[in-house]
């Protein structure tokens, strides 16, 4: 229960935050769990900067408890808030606990939100090509499944890397 009130908790909060971004498709809530209910950006943002660090530790345990799929869409759901507040150690850590729990599950949907994140976290801290090798693989996975949306926010970050790495022509 504690596992999902975090992770619809935050889904929630990471929809407010960004209303743009493409939601994840989660299992109901189990009963009792009772995910917050945030009022609105200020509250989500406040909500996520109380919690981050349990957030992150919850993500951790459902991983070690073999809840790998909630492992990785707590740590989907932080991607956003954790780039934007500057936390590119915290979303390292986290994509590597995702990846870890997504490929313990064969689950190749998780394994591309994970390489998302940890590609966005190398970008971040000027690891260029762990970062493109992250998005590429993050893009072909996403271009599977047909998950169009994700794979262009991959091929926008795909870009800052190439960018910063001044090859222009890819």
Do not use: M
């Amino acid at each position: 229960r504690l596992i999902d009130h975090y992770l619809h908790t935050a889904a929630a909060a990471a929809r407010l935050l960004y209303p743009a971004r493409p939601p994840l498709d989660l299992a109901p809530a189990q009963p009792g769990s009772a995910p917050e209910r945030l009022a609105g950006r200020a509250a989500a943002l406040r909500w996520f900067g109380e919690e981050r660090q349990e957030v992150l530790a919850v993500a951790d345990a459902a991983a070690a408890a073999g809840r790998d799929v909630q492992s990785w869409q707590l740590s989907a759901v932080l991607i956003d808030y954790l780039n934007r507040e500057g936390h590119w150690h915290d979303l390292a850590v986290v994509g590597r606990i995702a990846l870890a729990a997504a490929e313990r599950a064969g689950d190749r949907q998780g394994q591309a939100h994970a390489r998302s994140g940890l590609g966005i976290a190398c970008l971040r801290v000027g690891s260029y090509d762990a970062a493109r090798a992250h998005l590429l693989r993050a893009i072909a996975l996403f271009s599977k499944a047909g998950a169009t949306a994700w794979r262009a926010r991959c091929q926008l970050a795909l870009g800052t890397v190439l960018d910063r790495q001044g090859r222009h022509e890819k």
